[in-house]
């Protein structure tokens, strides 16, 4: 017996030649790759707020750094009566490069038309804020708006170093609110 080959299907001795996938297998590796892309998009999520979170404290950093340089500089021209004036200003400006994502300073912002994971000064109550994105969660607090002030406060006796007078005030960079972890 000879095996007839039929040219319109493809059949060698009764048995068809199977090409491709069926529709389970494609079900299959469908399912396979949607599992894949959830896991990844999740952990995409959380490496977007932890570099969200050290971005802020990067910034944080560097302005707290920046009032320190002004304070030593006013106390170095000697002009140390300048420097509760200084809990009025805006922090950004003693930077020598303003954040790429500072939109400014303004009177009466709208918030909720401001872009997020934005810096802005809101002249009005003289803080810095920083619009958190949707979801981020700081220190375990859902919030968002970060808030700081540069606030005037009496040394203690007890850390009054020898080399400043006891009275001398000192300026820092707090966070108001509750929105914690930076502090």
Do not use: C
Not at 121 to 126: I, L, M, P, R, T
Not at 130 to 146: A, C, K, T
Request: aromatic share 8%; net charge positive.
């Amino acid at each position: 017996m000879t095996q007839r080959h039929s040219p319109k299907n493809n059949v060698v001795a009764g048995t068809a030649l199977q090409r491709g996938f069926t529709l389970f297998e494609l079900a299959v590796v469908m399912s396979v790759i949607a599992v894949l892309a959830t896991v990844l998009l999740s952990r995409l999520t959380v490496i977007q707020q932890d570099a969200e979170r050290v971005a802020v404290r990067q910034t944080v950093v560097a302005l707290r750094a920046g009032l320190r340089m002004k304070v030593l500089e006013l106390y170095a021209s000697d002009r140390q009566n300048q420097v509760p004036a200084l809990a009025g200003q805006n922090p950004i400006d003693w930077l020598a490069e303003k954040p790429a994502n500072y939109l400014g300073a303004y009177t009466a912002p709208a918030i909720e038309k401001l872009p997020q994971s934005h810096w802005f000064f809101d002249q009005s109550n003289a803080e810095l804020i920083y619009i958190l994105s949707r979801g981020n969660i700081f220190g375990g607090y859902r919030s968002e708006l970060l808030q700081f002030k540069v606030s005037l406060q009496q040394a203690p006796l007890a850390s009054a170093r020898p080399s400043s007078p006891v009275d001398a005030p000192q300026v820092a960079l707090m966070q108001m609110g509750e929105a914690g972890g930076l502090k």
